[in-house]
């Protein structure tokens, strides 16, 4: 089994105690205001599931889903529009709630495509943050952990979409790297 060679980085009590910090940061940081938490599919899902209720502010949710990356471990470079939000985000404040930031080119799309669209505000909310592999000039608002540069899953990140389901972050072994 995969699971049993990949190394557990970040455990489950980890990631909600971690959460928890990141949530009161936005709700005291939007006191007053009301949010439109845009989710990134399907990486963020348990993710955006925890942050949300643990955000003390009026919120509403949309999704978005983007490919990004083949079935290999490393980013194509290329991002398509799979699924765009339902609704207008004209004169709202908006955080992108994504799992994990590596090259980069996803969100700056992203947050291209999105401040596009006349909104109040856009910053970018990330579990999971791999500086080193950054290919454009970007900075996550908000930081859940900053990575080192292995490739990583559980808690929504997938294998060759497999193991989201997990409960814990594991490091991948080389040995089990899809095939690019
Ligand atoms: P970027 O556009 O290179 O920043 O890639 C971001 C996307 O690549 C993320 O939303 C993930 O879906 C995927 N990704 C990057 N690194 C990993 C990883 O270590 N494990 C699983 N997916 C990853
Ligand atoms: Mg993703």
Known sequence: MLTERAKILISENELKEKIREVASQ??????GEEVL????????????????????LPLTMDFMAISSYGSGTTSSGE???????????CGKN????????????????LK???????PKSVKICTLLDKPSRRKVDLQPDYCCFTIPDEFVFGY??????Q?????????????DYPKE
């Open 79 to 89: 991002v398509k529009m799979l699924k765009d939000l339902d609704k207008s985000i």
């Open 156 to 161: 929504g990140l997938d294998v060759d979409q």
């Open 37 to 56: 938490f845009v989710g990134i599919l399907k990486g963020c899902i348990h993710f955006y599931s925890d942050l949300t209720r643990e955000v003390n």
């Open 94 to 109: 908006v955080i992108i709630v994504e799992d994990i930031i590596d090259s980069g080119n996803t969100l700056s799309y």
């Open 112 to 118: 291209r495509l999105l401040s596009s669209r006349q």
């Open 163 to 175: 193991y989201r389901n997990k409960k814990d972050i594991y490091i991948l072994d080389p040995k």
């Open 26 to 31: 936005i709700s005291a940081d939007y006191k």
